[in-house]
């Protein structure tokens, strides 16, 4: 089982909501991901998480909250977003995070902020 | 510093070959990797190649990788409509980081 799930596939909410995108692996890797793809961008890497650990915040905006509450799930805690933060999530895992590992992709959040 | 840079727009006919390429700026890239990503969808990892190889295949797909150049190329071979996508190349140099270029829409006519 190579799969990566995300939920919700689509989520529409206002500047002052708070919400949560949810990732989650079976496949016993230690090493998760946020990434964010704007449309017909690559993705751009936001927080690497390390044997639940947070390893790696590439300057993301405090609005963003990232959690790792085991293993096998993370989270992107969403709060007063702006407009230009509408992209696609996308949650990647892999092994440990060391170099010689690929990375499994999900099929991401859509995400759209009015 | 590191950076990945793709062409853009690949248009083919079916039946033909795609040739996608790539160029990479970090010489202790270690590990390149080819996604490809349908519309709305995430990205799926097609192939990747070890720094020390030249080519790898896999079905339908080969993959070139000249170290000195810093060049990568994804061939498709008997490219179908199911193909049109975009490609994304990447390279892993260390840590936890992947590096993507900006990504190559292949648009196959019937």
């Known amino acids: 089982d190579t799969e990566v799930t995300q939920t919700p596939k689509h989520l529409v909410m206002g500047m002052t909501n708070k919400k949560s995108l949810k990732c989650e692996q079976h496949?016993?890797?230690?090493?998760m991901y946020w990434y964010k793809q704007k449309a017909k961008k690559p993705p751009e890497l936001m927080f690497v998480y390390s044997y639940e650990k947070l390893s790696i915040n590439e300057s993301v905006p405090s609005r963003f909250s990232p959690e790792c509450p085991n293993s096998s799930l993370l989270n992107l805690h969403l709060h007063a977003l702006q407009p230009e933060d509408s992209a696609l999530y996308l949650c990647a895992s892999s092994q440990t995070g060391a170099v010689q590992e690929t990375q499994y992709f999900g099929p991401g959040t859509r995400l759209l902020v009015l | 510093g590191e950076d990945v840079e793709q062409s853009l727009f690949l248009s083919v006919r079916e039946g033909d070959s795609s040739v996608i390429n790539c160029t990479y700026t970090d010489s202790s890239s270690t590990y390149l990797y080819w996604y490809k990503q349908e519309p709305g969808a995430g990205l799926q990892l097609l192939t990747y190649?070890?720094?020390?190889?030249d080519m790898k295949q896999d079905q339908r797909l080969t993959v070139l990788l000249n170290k000195k150049d810093k060049h990568l190329s994804l061939r498709i071979a008997d490219t179908q409509t199911g193909d049109s996508a975009i490609y994304f190349c990447a390279e892993k140099a260390g840590g936890f980081k992947t590096i993507f270029g900006a990504g190559t829409r292949l648009f196959v006519k019937a």
């Open positions: 496949m016993g890797h230690r090493a």
């Open positions: 190649i070890f720094s020390n190889m």
